[in-house]
């Protein structure tokens, strides 16, 4: 039912079937794609999709990694309109319990913890006339909340048979292309579920090589105009 996509150990295994499904039709329509990027679970399905993974493989580190996930405390995330080093500061005193885990374009940034930390941070934000909204879900993905669960991840991924990509993927945990001559780790896994994502530096670096257009893979329409607005700025810059 509808209720189960409210669950990260289903959501998390459909959206990477989700996205397998669309980069086939692209397939079958003749696209050749230069390189892949992936934003938090996304990533997985660029790990596939650039030859580290068989389809069998990836399915299942998806779901390791969103069992895992379901099994957390809950948490909360929320996307602010400022920049990732103004927001440092703000949440400095709650770095336990808090992080940047997202920093999508120069004036869009993500926070994900503990629900408390999320909204003393929200009315910090308020008074300093800083727009900032909850996302919809119930877990803290790229935060503290998640190091309970990265051995295990390590664990599952490293059970995984993994190759050096075929064609050029990019880290997002990095924001550079991933060496051609290295397989993704466990421990890699284990990281890019903690670290933040950095999808701004990822397409500027993207543009930087001259790849476009960019081709945004989901069921949803978020991530496009903030690659559309990072690409143009990135691109204007190295043309300058």
């Not at 230069?34 to 580190?61: D, F, M, N, P, R």
């Amino acid at each position: 039912g509808a209720d189960l996509w409210d669950r990260t150990q289903y959501a998390q295994v459909g959206l990477l079937a989700w996205q397998v499904g669309l980069w086939k039709l692209w397939q079958s329509w003749g696209l050749e794609v230069e390189a892949v990027a992936g934003h938090s679970l996304g990533q997985l399905t660029a790990a596939w999709a650039a030859g580290c993974y068989s389809l069998e493989s990836i399915l299942k580190l998806a779901v390791i990694r969103g069992r895992l996930m379901q099994g957390l405390p809950s948490g909360a995330m929320a996307a602010v309109r400022a920049g990732a080093e103004e927001l440092s500061e703000i949440i400095g005193p709650y770095a336990d319990e808090l992080a940047i885990s997202g920093v999508n374009a120069p004036r869009q940034t993500v926070l994900s913890g503990s629900a408390r930390a999320i909204e003393t941070v929200l009315k910090e934000l308020e008074t300093r006339g800083i727009a900032a909204s909850r996302l919809p879900t119930d877990r803290a993905f790229h935060s503290p909340l998640v190091e309970p669960l990265l051995e295990e991840l390590a664990r599952g991924a490293d059970a995984l048979t993994a190759s050096a990509p075929h064609r050029t993927w990019y880290c997002t945990r990095t924001g550079e292309a991933w060496p051609a001559d290295r397989a993704p780790t466990g421990d890699d896994w284990a990281r890019q579920a903690r670290e933040a994502v950095r999808f701004r530096q990822t397409v500027e670096a993207i543009a930087t090589e001259g790849c476009q257009p960019l081709l945004a893979l989901g069921p949803g329409a978020t991530l496009a105009p903030l690659a559309a607005e990072v690409h143009s700025y990135a691109s204007s810059k190295s043309s300058a």
